[in-house]
């Protein structure tokens, strides 16, 4: 998706903790889709490891096995000879401070130039990082021979021009999202930040300038509440602000990209717990029971009112694993399944909001695998999962639970 360019112009009984989660292939939210330390960390990856990575991919339309070169940037807006993809990614990441992952996942999200899964069309060289590319309309210029692209300014358009100014937007909209407006890069703290905020009191820049006004260096509070084309979320932290100001929607694949790329729970900083816990949180004012493999996400529901009760249990990592959907129910409560077409009939039926793939699991009973029951309270649509017996039957002692049978199964 192409970003706006915004800166130039369940169950109602509470139990204690008995057992422990399952991991997820996602270690993210909506609110939280990687952690600033791992947004800003510029040491994940050298030039060389870049390439190596993108070699990794048959297709890839920017490795050095398919005799990609761009120019090398130099700084922000001049460049020289030809180097390899990884050097411009590195070099990137080197002048602005961030992630070289982060770019690369952004090179995905943007046109699967690192696996080439759609193709090596010259058009997608141009408009790599979706930088400057504020809607539907389309540009030519004689640098793409008279192509079109969705670029709005010709300085913008090309690999390494790209990859140069998007690294610089997505690290700019992580610290100015957070009220910082001195970066330290000449001529930023005169840039008016239009992008969305996180909780708290921000300027919108960081020195008067055409652009900005005594007015905009006053802090304004925020509640770090955003409104988006296809859905509202609470943003947690400057890196996720950063994201949705860059590509405007909810439910987006960057972190499900990065994750993919870097390994499970990637996006987050490191866990005391092992990455195969599913935690669990129950929530007094709903009586919900809610399960994530995030074990950030886990810990904010706290902040939400919620009671951390730990680890529900693991998830038996298996290569026959597979995904466990989450949806919102219409009362505000989530559901979980592991059925395709359950999940597709409540979403078109029920009118169920699909979240996104919330971890993965076991359908079948392993060495040593207990069962994960569902169990279905009649008399108000709640549902519980556990693989504790006896908050299984403790529950079943009641008159209104009912029991679906085994959801899945863990340890």
């Excluded at 390439?51 to 050095?64: K, M």
């Excluded at 100015?176 to 890069?185: D, F, V």
Aim: glycine share 10%; charged share 10%; hydrophobic share 35%.
């Amino acid at each position: 998706m192409k970003k706006l360019f915004f800166l130039l112009i369940s169950s109602t009984l509470a139990f204690g903790l008995f057992f422990n989660y399952s991991p997820v292939t996602k270690a993210y939210s909506n609110s939280h889709m990687i952690d600033d330390a791992v947004f800003d960390n510029t040491n994940s990856m050298n030039a060389a490891q870049i390439d190596s990575f993108l070699n990794g991919f048959p297709n890839s339309c920017i490795s050095t096995n398919h005799g990609f070169v761009s120019p090398y940037p130099n700084d922000w807006y001049t460049y020289g000879a030809n180097v390899s993809a990884g050097t411009v990614i590195r070099r990137a990441a080197d002048i602005w401070g961030i992630n070289p992952q982060v770019i690369l996942a952004t090179l995905q999200k943007e046109e699967q130039l690192v696996n080439g899964s759609q193709g090596c069309a010259t058009w997608r060289y141009w408009s790599a990082m979706g930088y400057d590319c504020p809607g539907s309309a389309t540009y030519s210029y004689p640098a793409t021979g008279g192509g079109a692209t969705c670029v709005a300014h010709e300085s913008n358009v090309g690999f390494s021009q790209q990859v140069s100014h998007g690294a610089w937007q997505l690290e700019f909209g992580r610290y100015r999202s957070e009220g910082n407006g001195n970066l330290g890069y000449d001529g930023d703290q005169g840039i008016k930040y239009y992008g969305y905020m996180t909780q708290g009191s921000r300027p919108r820049c960081g020195a008067i300038s055409s652009q900005c006004s005594s007015a905009d260096l006053q802090s304004v509070y925020y509640d770090g509440n955003i409104t988006l084309s296809n859905g509202s979320t609470f943003v947690d932290n400057g890196a996720t602000a950063s994201l949705y100001s860059y590509t405007p929607y909810l439910n987006q694949s960057f972190p499900g990209i990065f994750e993919s790329f870097f390994g499970a729970g990637s996006t987050t900083g490191a866990s005391p717990y092992p990455s195969s816990a599913i935690f669990r949180s129950y929530f007094p004012s709903s009586g919900e029971h809610f399960y994530t493999q995030n074990y950030t996400e886990w810990q904010n529901t706290a902040r939400s009112g919620a009671v951390a009760e730990g680890i529900a249990y693991y998830e038996p990592g298996s290569a026959t694993a597979v995904p466990v959907y989450r949806l919102i129910i219409p009362n505000g409560k989530h559901f979980y399944t592991a059925s395709t077409s359950e999940k597709d009939g409540l979403v078109n039926i029920a009118h169920y909001t699909y979240e996104g793939v919330a971890f993965y699991v076991e359908p079948n009973q392993l060495s040593g695998s207990s069962a994960v029951w569902r169990l279905r309270n009649d008399a108000n649509g709640d549902h519980f999962y556990t693989i504790n017996v006896n908050e299984k039957n403790a529950l079943l002692g009641s008159s209104v639970w009912k029991l679906d049978g085994a959801a899945w199964f863990g340890y």
